[in-house]
């Protein structure tokens, strides 16, 4: 019941619309009942020139009413029955435009919120809640799951109400007509809601598997395609096929399971509804062969009967529907309530500037049950260049990773001035720090985007100056816009070099006092690393950095050099330092010579 409650809180924001669009529904509901009943007159008075007999006791209204049809001549009430027709059928293809336009109003609202507030929610938890999952699965959550909570309020909640409403008019109408007969058949139907019951329950563990089913298919399709240049290299189409084959036949089993009971409902359902409309076709044919009530009676009861069998049998499809969303919304306040490991202080200050040093003191940081780094001392002055070396699985990016708080230790500190970088907000920790990573990010967008990205009221000037400095600026003017022009989904259309002196200029127009640079100039040619060698190098002046080096040749001339070993630093020194010691830095220098 909680999960039904949560799904049908998303309408709330929208509750005005809701209302106006169920006033609508029970409008249209009413109209249903109101056209049943015109067959009264037509069955009784103008086909058989009889009068219309009810055999229970109406209130003075209604029975005034009756009279009133009964007095009238069959040729001029068939004529005024087909005028109200006319009309009922105009106000019934507005109203029922309406309620439709509304709800699939509010479903479309319903999904932007969802879409809005769950990739609000990404940007809010932190880098070691994607490092746990697939991208393809996070990218369902807001695509798949959203689809189906949006798809359940506009065809599901709208039938819901809806049905209920003509639930409600053919029960009073089929009471008002006689309700002896009402009583029995009132009785008889529930027996439709234990079908529905039990394949719901069914339904809703399907639901489930279904849309995780979908994640891990999405979660192929996002891999293959950003990695389908290994792919190709590696002969790997058949074998991805393949997969993906067997997730998306899986799939198929687990929507045609639900299907065949969603679709076994009807029958069940129907076969009730007809073993009802017997009974009262047997008892009602005996009430008229007695004089007790008029053929058109019967023929109005169990029109009546019918249509109020027809929501049962809407309802039970409905049931299919609502447990997909009731398996999304599920999936999708799984995201809502987790917590950002990373937290901010209500009472954070700011970092302005910084004047001093940075100490790491006794920091431990642990993956799972693997300690990553083992007690790390170090403390690194204002305007000093560190160099971080050593072997892959060192715990020299994750070092880093702690210092803009992408990540926080397990145990120790970091202190920025005396402070500990908890105590400052993440926003004004980060806006002092600059990173250049060794993967390169770029985005779909523009050239001047993705150098001031983070710096949205970067003149273009700025933008100009950090591409020349960056050795860039040439290869950007000779692009068709220039700096207008878009570089594709991941700079697709730059290369490596190119992708990665974009990235560097980035981070020179953003001028922080702190610079990470991990293996910066990896993806450069010679020529281009000895270019912007020679920019870092006065980039570097008055600033703190840390550069994360696999090739040593290029950290040469920095102040110290921090030797990482299975999380621990096992040397400290100048390159000269460490080469007259017999230690791993001179191995490793060694081997790359």
């Not at 279904?210 to 996002?222: F, G, R, V």
């Not at 019918?306 to 049962?312: A, D, E, M, V």
């Amino acid at each position: 019941m909680r999960e039904y409650k949560r799904l049908f809180q998303f309408i709330r924001p929208h509750l005005g619309l809701f209302v106006w669009a169920s006033l609508f529904m029970g409008l249209s509901a009413i109209f249903d009942g109101v056209s049943i009943g015109m067959i009264l007159p037509v069955a009784d008075k103008v086909l058989n020139n009889k009068p219309v007999v009810l055999p229970t006791k109406m209130p003075p209204y209604v029975s005034g009413f009756i009279d009133v049809i009964n007095s009238i001549p069959p040729m001029p009430l068939l004529r005024y029955v087909a005028v109200a027709v006319l009309i009922l059928v105009v106000l019934k293809g507005l109203i029922g435009f309406l309620q439709s336009y509304l709800m699939d109003d509010i479903a479309q609202r319903v999904a932007r919120d969802l879409r809005s507030k769950t990739y609000a929610k990404f940007q809010v938890l932190s880098l070691d809640f994607f490092t746990h999952r697939r991208g393809g699965e996070l990218m369902s959550r807001i695509t798949n799951d959203v689809n189906a909570v949006g798809n359940a309020i506009s065809c599901g909640a709208t039938d819901i109400i809806y049905q209920a409403f003509q639930v409600v008019v053919f029960t009073v109408f089929i009471f008002f007509v006689h309700a002896k007969l009402a009583l029995i058949s009132i009785i008889l139907l529930p027996l439709i809601s234990f079908p529905i019951i039990k394949v719901g329950k069914a339904l809703k563990k399907i639901a489930r598997q279904t849309q995780e089913k979908m994640a891990d298919l999405n979660s192929i399709l996002y891999e293959t395609i950003l990695g389908v240049r290994i792919v190709k290299a590696f002969n790997m189409e058949e074998a991805e096929l393949k997969k993906f084959d067997a997730v998306n036949n899986s799939f198929y089993k687990l929507f045609m399971k639900s299907i065949k009971r969603t679709l076994l409902l009807s029958p069940v359902t129907e076969f009730i509804g007809i073993l009802a409309g017997l009974f009262v076709l047997l008892w009602g044919f005996k009430e008229v062969t007695n004089a007790r009530m008029s053929s058109g009676v019967l023929i109005v009861f169990l029109a009546a009967l019918l249509s109020l069998i027809r929501p049962f049998k809407r309802l039970s499809l409905v049931n299919a529907i609502i447990q997909r969303a009731v398996a999304g919304s599920i999936r999708i306040h799984e995201i809502w309530d987790m917590h950002p490991t990373v937290k901010e202080k209500p009472d954070a200050q700011t970092l302005s500037s910084f004047r001093e040093k940075i100490v790491f003191e006794d920091v431990r940081f642990t993956y799972g049950l693997h300690e990553v780094l083992c007690g790390i001392n170090l403390e690194v002055k204002k305007g000093e260049v560190i160099a971080i070396v050593g072997p892959s699985g060192a715990g020299k990016t994750t070092l880093m990773d702690l210092l803009p708080r992408f990540y926080d230790p397990s145990k120790g500190r970091i202190l920025i001035d005396g402070k500990d970088t908890k105590d400052f907000t993440l926003k004004s920790l980060r806006q002092n720090i600059g990173i250049v990573t060794q993967e390169t990010i770029l985005f779909n967008d523009s050239v001047s985007a993705n150098i001031a990205f983070g710096m949205q009221n970067a003149r273009q000037h700025d933008i100009e100056e950090a591409a020349k400095q960056a050795y860039i600026h040439e290869v950007i003017k000779r692009m068709k816009n220039g700096y207008d022009a878009f570089i594709g989904d991941r700079g697709v259309k730059l290369s490596g070099g190119e992708r990665q002196r974009i990235a560097i200029a980035r981070v020179l127009l953003k001028n922080a006092p702190i610079l990470v640079l991990d293996e910066a100039t990896s993806q450069l040619d010679t020529e281009s690393e000895r270019l912007i060698q020679e920019t870092l190098n006065l980039l570097i002046k008055g600033r703190t950095v840390f550069v994360i080096a696999h090739r040593l040749s290029t950290i040469k001339n920095v102040d110290r050099i921090i030797v990482l070993e299975s999380g621990k630093v096992v040397e400290i020194g100048s390159h000269e330092e460490l080469l007259n010691q017999d230690g791993l830095y001179k191995k490793l220098y060694l081997n790359q010579l």
